[in-house]
């Protein structure tokens, strides 16, 4: 999300004849666009302020700091760093423009308004680029008990249809290949039109309808993230497997395998209702992939939930999962939950969850050597210049030989071996 937004942003600077410079130390402005989810993520965007206000000591220019943890915290930023100018909460967006009016002019903007409720930007596009992120939707009202998203996201608002096709066809005439339709939580999704309601499936009915008659065939490939398991459903699941433009691969995020566990984050599912959810999305989904997020060292996890967990992974065979490990966040109800767990045994259950992910990969991957599949060329690999990285529309990425001048365009390749966890292949015509 913080991606897309940061695209919108730059947008918004060009607008206004800013440009972007390649080396901050040379900028007239300085914006951080900061995550709060994790506790790591806030130390670094503290880290990032402090050089930026070492810097200011040497010469001037304004410091600008937006995103979650803008909105979590506002004012007691420029307490605890006063080099900051503008600090701009996720309900402040539209007030961007008048902060970059103010450092285009020198002057000072005391006070940047809120706005009543979010607004999407017009667009999320990022110049030269032939992947985007289309955000559908913004804010989570879930509230699982350890994460901070609602309270600096705010409650579930969805985009307007018409917004979004608009988006999309401009999308497709600037040269994007594929779209990732995004929100915290894009199942929910909902919007009320003449008295009839459009959720999820039938948006993708929608953008699937849009792109077919507009015959253009730019946008090939539509993703979509992130997928809560309460409000997945075979409607969904159906639209995947008949529709060729959506790729099979689903990220439905378990976060943990134990019943008790997942009652105390406030998850809204059993571990038999998600294994159930992944069996019919594999089913009528064939070659689906599915990946996960999976977060250890709960208040109150014991050994049993984490043999739960393994065994809730090596159900649903992921093909890659985010793991990590608990970190209170102040403010939500899990931070001052009793039996919090030493970060030691933390550290060694997110280990076993590493290694066994590391495995379920490789077995998911092996068994798919020999086979064809089509690739979009993300970029040249890092480690050799005459070789190409692709990514399956099972989100596995593939190594093979190819010249530059295809990055960005569609390939097909014949998988012929692993390298860790990235496909070796050979394109065939
Ligand atoms: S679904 Fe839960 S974890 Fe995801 S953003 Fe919402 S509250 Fe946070």
Known sequence: MNKAESAALELLFAERGWTATAEAEHADLVVINTCSV????????????????????????ALVVTGCMAERLKREMRERQPAIDYVVGTFQKQAFGLVLDAAASGKRLDEVEESPAYAFASSYYEPGGF????PIMHGCENFCTYCIVPYVRGREVSRDPGTII??????????????????????????KEEGAELDFPA???????????????????IRFLTSHPKDFDSRTMDLIASHPLFCRHVHLVAQHGSNRILAAMNRKYTREAYLSLVDE?????PGVTVSS???MGFP??????????????????YVYSYTYHYNPRSGTPAATMPDQVPDAVKKERLARVIALQRELSRESMKALVGSEVEVLVEDVSKKRADELLGRTQQDMMVV??????????????????????????????
Request: proline share 3%; net charge positive.
């Open 203 to 221: 948006l993708l009915e929608r953008v699937a309808g849009f792109l077919e008659k507009r015959g253009k065939g730019g946008i090939r490939w």
């Open 300 to 317: 109150g996890e014991t050994e049993n939930d984490v043999e739960d967990t393994l065994d809730l992974m090596r159900r649903a065979a």
């Open 281 to 285: 999305l594999k089913a009528r989904v």
């Open 38 to 61: 994790r506790i790591t993520a806030e130390n670094r965007a503290w880290g990032r302020i402090a050089h930026y206000a070492a810097l200011k000591k040497r010469r001037p220019f």
């Open 166 to 191: 608009a988006e999309l066809a401009e999308l497709e005439d600037r040269g994007i290949r594929e779209v990732t339709l995004l929100g915290q939580n894009v199942s929910s999704y909902r919007w």
């Open 131 to 134: 992947r985007s992120f289309l």
């Open 400 to 429: 093979f030989p190819g010249p530059s001048s295809r990055v960005g365009s569609f390939a097909r390749v014949r998988l012929s071996g692993l390298r860790g966890n990235t496909f070796r292949a050979v394109e065939v015509p």
């Open 293 to 295: 997020d999976i977060l």
